[in-house]
């Protein structure tokens, strides 16, 4: 074979590796067209004028993790009513042990009172024997005058059978010992509910008093009309009044403090309810 068929059989076979060659490339390009492109779109960001630019692998971590975590601001009502009413659940409760409030005179009264009132009971009680010519009579001697001043204390009202002199010392007995009660629960045990027992005697004291002189008038003063004005300004009116004044002013004193404690009650729950509620 010559030289030029030579020549040209091998440059025809260069021609046809070149192009099987060329044939290959343009395969693999088209399966790479083909393919879908999701994986380059999600790595690409739109920059301010409207262009993609890839994005770093940290950034991409970043804006996932700020989508999938949803992300609630703090300083909202809800989190401030949550905040106050967490606070109003841990705030200690008052101390019982808290003092009550007291009044000097007040507990004076009470105090002085129970033995003067145990020792008329004890008067009525121990009829006739307490009485002017008993043998313990001694133990009441100053009740030899009153007994013939009010004649519920003599012996025509235990000659006919009344039963209202031992009635009203029965009353005296419950008020003595709610006024006990109350020094007790106020000085004592510091107990805060002690001003309404001592509200409750002195109601007690004031009711059966204003009862003892409303039966005077209705009975046209029948146990103490026959006495002299004298006699009677000082030996019932004035002893009789002070059980209608000092329990009038222990009402009055204590009815007071009641109502302001009832209300410094009812403004903190309100507060409370407000700030549960907001």
Partial sequence: MSFPILSAAYMSQVEKRKF??????????????GKPR??????????PGGTESPESPKAATSTLMATSIPTRPCDTEDHRALTAGAALS????????MAVKTHTWISLW???????IAWDVGYCFMRPRSMEGGDLHWIW???SIYQNVDLVYGLPALEHGDGFTNAQSL??????????????????????PAPLIGFTAAALTLAKTVLYWAQEYYCNYCAVGHNSLKDLIQYWIIPNGFWL??????????????VADLNLAHAASVKAASGKTK
């Fill in 245 to 258: 004044v000092v329990p009038s002013f222990i009402l009055w004193q204590l009815g007071k403090d009641l």
């Fill in 110 to 116: 009470f105090l002085l009172t129970a033995p003067i």
């Fill in 171 to 192: 009353m005296n007995v419950i008020e003595t010992l709610l006024n006990l009660a109350y020094l007790y629960a106020a000085h004592v045990s510091a107990w805060p």
């Fill in 141 to 143: 001697a100053p009740y």
């Fill in 20 to 33: 099987a060659s060329d044939s290959n490339s343009d395969a693999s390009d088209s399966q790479k067209v």
């Fill in 38 to 47: 999701k994986d380059r779109r999600r790595n690409r960001t739109k920059r």
């Fill in 90 to 97: 841990i705030e200690p409760p008052p101390s019982s042990s």
